[in-house]
């Protein structure tokens, strides 16, 4: 059974740093490319970041720069360091393989503001 929980979300300042972390079990995580989601309030789940078995990494155009994803096989554990926060990273933000399993985590949210 997979099962994907995400952690280490909160409120934060436009400008602060957050950093998420997800544990995933019952998946071959070693193998699969991981990605994080976000979901913002009124509009579609959209690919923030993702990284491949080999690290290799891609990011959405609107967080390069700022945020870093990476990865650690032997925790079955990705992570999200997000720097340099705008109001419009607020969202409830999930992470998942790329392409998506077919069950998802309970998210966590993630709120910019001032």
């Known amino acids: 059974q997979v099962q994907l929980v995400e952690s280490g979300g909160g409120l934060v300042q436009p400008g602060g740093s957050l950093r998420l972390s997800c544990k995933a079990s019952g998946i071959i995580f070693s193998a699969l490319t991981m990605a994080w989601y976000r979901q913002a309030p009124g509009k579609e789940r959209e690919l923030v970041a993702r990284i491949s078995s080999y690290r290799s990494t891609i990011y959405a155009d609107s967080v390069q720069g700022r945020f870093t994803i990476s990865r650690d096989n032997a925790k079955n554990t990705v992570y999200l360091q997000m720097n340099s926060l705008k109001p419009e990273d607020t969202a409830v933000y999930y992470c998942?393989?790329?392409?998506?399993?077919?069950?998802w985590g309970q998210g966590t949210q993630v709120t910019v503001s001032s």
């Open positions: 998942n393989a790329a392409p998506t399993l077919g069950s």
